[in-house]
């Protein structure tokens, strides 16, 4: 896809503005000129390759455009007859260029916001920019729709008319049949028309639909009075917040993309999840908070990180009132649906909204995850991060796991509540429920080869600590190198229970005997 901009009128109705350069080249901002903004919002959307029509002062453009140093090609056609023809003309000076692309065609003195270009864009059909609430003008664009198509466009109409701005995103097969008529025009000597007469007789064949932008800013200066307008609402658009929150402990294509169309709507503000926050809802974070946030601060177009202490956004939001809240579209269901609706009642509160994005599921970024869980249950990666966790949160959770399976149950319970997750933090790995499973009494019969055959099972499929419940301990010669086994494997710690002799379960009460071991004895054990 290649833009086409055109940029050969004179400019005549701002008066002093354009004595001494084209229109386009009229500031609208402390940063932007009119056209400056229109290249980098094309470049942020990928388009690589502009062609444009130039008029009086071309040199002065050409220039102007090259100064700009945006990652754009430009092939620039001057119009011999600027002065004595309409735009028609410009287009058919510069039809070789514009035959082997579908065509994004704009006119040169026109502002846009960026989500105006990105609807345009997105539309899977040819279509024009229009808005169904705005006022019919006396003396601009307007497109009579019919059977939800363009049938004809000009400033003459008003019957089952829509306002309308010259921004279209052209696909190739309409585009040859609309620039085939306008060949016929120009090579018939009328060239002052505006091109959309040469539309208006195809209209049949070149099929063009509406795109409604609505109230979004899309709109062309042609005086000083638009110029003012125009400018003021560049300004309030320059000052919209947008806001973001992430758990991420990288960053993928996916991810960027996303974080690229957040900054076309304004100043990112990115949150980043807390070491606590996302241990309430997955494993404890390989990368610390502070990298995290140190990550998203180093990416360009991030004005602002914050740390976000919740899944909750109730507090992040109160206190930044952003005007937008952009998120991926799979929180729409699952346990993250109570906080997507918490969010969605605060950005009503003061007039915010929520912005959602098909939520990519690139193979290559489940196959990223997959990596990422791998490394995450390492011996060496998993074994500390209890540690971590009780000087993080003081008070952890542990759930009984003894197989694969059940430990993938414990790994995976979530619940929410009051818009906080709740879930396990760690595995215990019970004697008991591990000796039940294979049919045995809990009098330590299961042997500690079996067992670690357990602790196996459930390391291959899970990240979670894992606590091991190591009876009595056994023998104090033995239980070292238990202890050291344990540590190879990654477990996290071991607790044993201060009796000698056969282990006889708890459960039993009084009806058995238990025999308490010494403390110099069981301090040893502990020692070893």
């Given at each position: 896809m290649k833009a086409l901009i055109l940029n050969s009128g004179l400019?005549?109705?701002?008066?002093?503005?354009?004595?001494?350069?084209?229109?386009?080249?009229?500031?609208?901002?402390?940063?932007?000129?009119?056209?400056?903004?229109?290249?980098?919002i094309l470049a942020s959307f990928g388009i690589e390759e502009v062609v444009m029509t130039t008029g009086y002062y071309d040199k002065v453009l050409v220039d102007y455009c090259e100064a700009l140093h945006l990652p754009l090609r430009f092939t620039f056609v001057n119009n011999p007859l600027y002065d004595k023809t309409n735009y028609i003309y410009s287009?058919?000076?510069?039809?070789?260029?514009?035959?082997?692309?579908?065509?994004?065609?704009?006119?040169?003195?026109?502002?846009?916001?960026?989500?105006?270009?990105?609807?345009?864009?997105?539309?899977?059909?040819?279509?024009?920019?229009?808005?169904?609430?705005?006022p019919l003008p006396e003396k601009d664009f307007k497109a009579v729709i019919k059977d939800g198509k363009i049938e004809k466009v000009g400033i003459e109409f008003f019957d089952n008319a829509m306002a309308a701005q010259p921004?279209?995103?052209?696909?190739?097969?309409?585009?040859?049949?609309?620039?085939?008529?306008?060949?016929?025009f120009c090579e018939s000597d009328n060239r002052k028309v505006y091109a959309e007469n040469?539309?208006?007789?195809?209209?049949?064949?070149?099929k063009i639909y509406p795109c409604d932008v609505k109230n979004m800013l899309c709109a062309e200066i042609d005086t000083p009075e638009d110029l003012e307008v125009v400018s003021k609402k560049v300004a309030e658009i320059n000052e919209r917040t947008v806001y973001m929150c992430f758990s991420t402990e990288y960053i993928h294509s996916g991810h960027m993309a996303i974080i690229n169309k957040a900054r076309r709507?304004?100043?990112?503000?990115?949150?980043?999840?807390?070491?606590?926050?996302?241990?309430?809802?997955?494993?404890?974070?390989?990368?610390?908070?502070?990298?995290?946030?140190?990550?998203?601060?180093?990416?360009?177009?991030?004005?602002?990180v914050v740390e976000q202490k919740t899944l909750s956004y109730k507090d992040n939001l109160e206190a930044l009132?952003?005007?937008?809240?952009?998120?991926?579209?799979?929180?729409?269901?699952?346990?993250?649906?109570?906080?997507?609706?918490?969010?969605?009642?605060?950005?009503?509160?003061?007039?915010?909204?929520?912005?959602?994005?098909?939520?990519?599921?690139?193979?290559?970024?489940k196959e990223l995850d997959a990596n990422h869980r791998a490394e995450a249950s390492m011996p060496d990666v998993r074994r500390g991060r209890l540690r971590k966790?009780?000087?993080?949160?003081?008070?952890?959770?542990?759930?009984?796991?003894?197989s694969g399976i059940t430990g993938l149950?414990?790994?995976?319970?979530?619940?929410?509540?009051?818009?906080?997750t709740y879930q396990f933090d760690a595995m215990w790995v019970s004697s008991l429920c591990d000796s039940t499973a294979k049919g045995k009494p809990d009098i330590e019969l299961v042997d500690m080869t079996s067992r670690f055959r357990t602790i196996d099972d459930i390391m291959e499929v899970t990240t979670k600590p894992i606590i091991f419940d190591g009876d009595t301990g056994g023998l104090t010669e033995h239980f070292v190198y238990t202890v050291r086994s344990l540590e190879r494997m990654g477990v996290s710690m071991v607790i044993i229970e201060d009796k000698t002799g056969l282990k006889k379960n708890s459960l039993f009460g009084t009806e058995v005997k238990q025999t308490q071991a010494s403390i110099p004895d069981f301090c040893e054990k502990i020692s070893q």
């Open positions: 400019g005549s109705r701002m008066g002093v503005i354009t004595n001494e350069h084209p229109k386009c080249m009229t500031e609208i901002s402390y940063k932007n000129t009119i056209l400056s903004r229109q290249l980098s287009i058919y000076c510069a039809k070789e260029a514009l035959k082997d692309d579908d065509i994004i065609l704009m006119h040169g003195d026109l502002v846009f916001e960026s989500r105006v270009m990105e609807a345009v864009i997105d539309n899977e059909h040819s279509c024009m920019a229009v808005s169904s609430t705005q921004l279209y995103k052209i696909l190739k097969e309409d585009w040859l049949v609309w620039l085939q008529n306008i060949e016929k040469a539309f208006n007789e195809v209209s049949d064949k070149c709507l304004g100043r990112l503000i990115v949150g980043v999840l807390s070491d606590e926050a996302i241990s309430s809802f997955k494993r404890y974070p390989l990368i610390p908070y502070e990298e995290r946030k140190a990550l998203f601060e180093n990416l360009a177009g991030v004005e602002r009132r952003p005007d937008y809240v952009v998120h991926g579209n799979d929180w729409c269901e699952g346990f993250q649906k109570p906080i997507r609706q918490e969010v969605c009642e605060v950005l009503a509160e003061y007039g915010g909204k929520l912005v959602e994005y098909h939520y990519s599921n690139n193979p290559m970024y966790l009780i000087n993080m949160k003081g008070l952890v959770t542990a759930m009984e796991a003894h149950i414990v790994e995976n319970t979530k619940v929410l509540q009051d818009g906080k």
